[in-house]
Structures are given as C-alpha cells and as structure tokens.
C-alpha cells in the first residue's frame, strides 16, 4: 500500500463530497423550490431518473474499465461534464435547470462508478476497510472546507437570495474540479494500448455483463449484500436531498444555521467513517453494517420528534456517524464477495444497486411530502432500514487477505 496513492485516491472523495453537500443537499433543491417554484416531487424525479440512467450504464462502463484495465479516462471525462452542467443550472429557468441537474448528477455518480473500482488498486485486502475510512473521512472534510469557502461568499452576497444561490452553484463546479486535479494528475494506471476499442472491448464488455449476471448466484452471499444496501440507500438517498428542505418545514431551519448543522454532520460522518474504518478491518464489515443500520432506525424515530435547532443538531450529528459508518463499510463487504480479477464490473453491479435505491428512495420520498407530510414520509424510511437489516443477515461475515489488483 503506497502512501501517495491512497492519498490521491482519498482525495477524490474529498472533490465528491463538495458536489454531494453543495449541489445535491443544499443549493440545487433550494434553487428548485424556492426561486423556480419546483416541488419536492420534481427534485425527487431529477435525482430518481439520473440514478435509473445509471443504474442502466455503469455495469458495461464496470466491464469496459476491467477489460482497459484503467479507470481515470471515465472518471475524468465525466467530473469535467458533470462541472459543465451545474455552471449551466444557475443560468436556466425550471425546466431547463431540472434537466441540467439530472445531467450532473448523472455524470457525478457515473465518476463515482469508477473511483470506487480504484479501491483495490491503492490497497491491499487486509488494509482495504481503513483505506476506505481514509476515503470516507476525507470526503466530509472536504464537506466542512465547502462549507467554509461558502461561508464569507453567502455572507456578503446573502444566505437566501437568488444571486448567493447562484453563486454557490458556480463554486460547487469550480471546487469539485479544482480538488480533482489531484487524483487526475497523481493515479498511475498502466499505459493501454489502442486496439479497436469501439467493436472490440464494448462488444465484449456487454458479453461480460452478462456473463456477470449468471454468476451472481455464485458469488455466496452477494445478492442479500445488493438487496440490503438498496433498501438501506433508499433511505439514505431520501435524508441527505430533503434534509435541509425538512428542516425548513418544520422548525423554520434557514441556510445559515444549517450550515452549521451540516458542518458537525460532516465533522461526526469522517470521525464514525474513520474509526468504522479500522473496526471493519477487525471485526467485518458486515457488524458495522448491522450497527449503522440500528442506529439509522434511532435518527428517523429521533427527527419524528423533532421541535428545535438544538435537537437537530444533536440528530444529525447522530446521523453522520451513521452515514460514515455505512459509507465506510459498504465498499470493503463488497471487494469480500466478489472475485479481485473482476471488480470493476462487480462494483458497477454495486453501483447499479445504489442508483436503483436512488430511483425509489427520493421519489417516493417527495411524493408522500407533498401528498401527505414529511412524517408519513420519515415513517416510510424505518421500513426501509428494516427491510436492510433482516437481507444482511443472511450475509456471510468473511475477511480474505489479497493483493492488490492492477
């Protein structure tokens, strides 16, 4: 495991992580609902459907990385698009920024597809649960310097006008690229050379798919493992796009004080992603899971009580343990079940999972808040974690020490 690697590999977690806070729970539905008239249902569809396109997409994108045996070309390519199209959401009316940010969110998960498949590369098995913590703990320090960049622009230009929203969705694009350049200038991947990519590896990459998706089955404990983390992220989804928007609708939460809720949420998810990281190399990824999914259940029960500031405070710094926790654990369980030689395509799968829980989760999230209440909406997501929980029981608690895979 080299030192350099691991730290440009965790970089990119720290440039996603802008997008994550920035884009995805505070400005883009904020934008949406408050300046263009959206609706929770709308921003639930934007985040549902880009998930669904890729949730189609990354496993060929998983078979075709594994046969180039490179990542970086894909997650170039797309962090630079995905920068594009969140300039072009500040400068658009509803529809067009509704289509824009479904482009985005796209290309940003599309990237992610391929940063994750890099995790074997920079580590060796054995290491594998604390390099993803190192990731992970990364990812929310760069949520907190976000947070600490916006701070003096929304200051000067206003938390809740239409000029400082714009203005924060021009710097996520410009902080997301510019803490990229790390990983894009410091992963070293083995030179490829150009055979006829276009008939050659895509054919053959589909053929991988689904070759892939007949040994499932095979692959002891993988598919309660897939089922689990969709039911766990449909949850997860749904909190981290509508936990500013809930706040504001039930204890009157304005930008301001929510970047302070949001910056202890990023401080206690890279300390529980950190410390889950080493405990997932002790004891299994599988106990952090169960742990993370258990204490989910407590914060919705907890945000169904919710009255005050300080009780969201103490919530959602509950809440970013969690998140860490899963974050954390969810990529070492996977590299467990799964053949080294075949990752990336595996991880597309993972991916594929994750995007379906994108569909489901914010869509039927926003659809009980404006049909009913962000009550019966919270409700909705215990089940979730419920269902999570009784599927990754049936997952094997294996650990296997590998080498790394180039």
Known sequence: ???????????????????????????????????????????????????????LVVPVLGAISDKLKRRMPFIIFFTIVCCIF????????????????LVANFCYHAALTMYHALLPRVSTSDKIGKVSGIGVAMGYIGTI????????ILRKIGWETLQGTKAMLITTAILFLLFSLIIFFFIRERKYTKT???????????????????????????IPFLVSLLFYNDAINAIIIFLFLFGRDTIGLDVQNFFFVYALFAATSALGAFFSGIIVDRIGAKRVLISAGLLWVIVIILLLKLTNLTNFIVIGSIGGIALGMTATASRPKLIELV??????????????????????GPVIFGYLVVSYSYSVALLSLIVFFVMGLLFLYNVPNTKEKNTPVY
Do not use: C
Request: aromatic share 18%; no cysteine.
């Open 145 to 152: 310097i976000s947070l600490i960049i916006a701070y003096p």
């Open 339 to 360: 053949p080294r030689e075949n990752v990336g395509e595996y991880f597309g799968f993972f991916e594929l999972t994750d995007k379906f829980s994108g569909v489901l």
């Open 86 to 101: 969140t300039l072009l959401v500040a400068f658009s009316g509803l529809y067009a920024a509704l289509l824009f940010g």
């Open 196 to 222: 006829n990519l276009i008939k050659s590896h895509i054919i053959n990459s589909l053929k991988d798919v689904k070759n892939t998706f007949t040994k499932l089955k095979a692959q002891k404990g993988l």
């Open 1 to 55: 495991m080299q030192t350099k690697q691991v730290f440009a590999w965790a970089s990119y977690d720290l440039a996603n992580t802008i997008f994550s806070a920035l884009f995805v729970t505070f400005f883009f539905p904020f934008y949406i609902k408050n300046f263009l008239h959206g609706n929770e249902f709308q921003i639930g569809l934007v985040f549902g459907t880009s998930m669904l396109l890729v949730a």
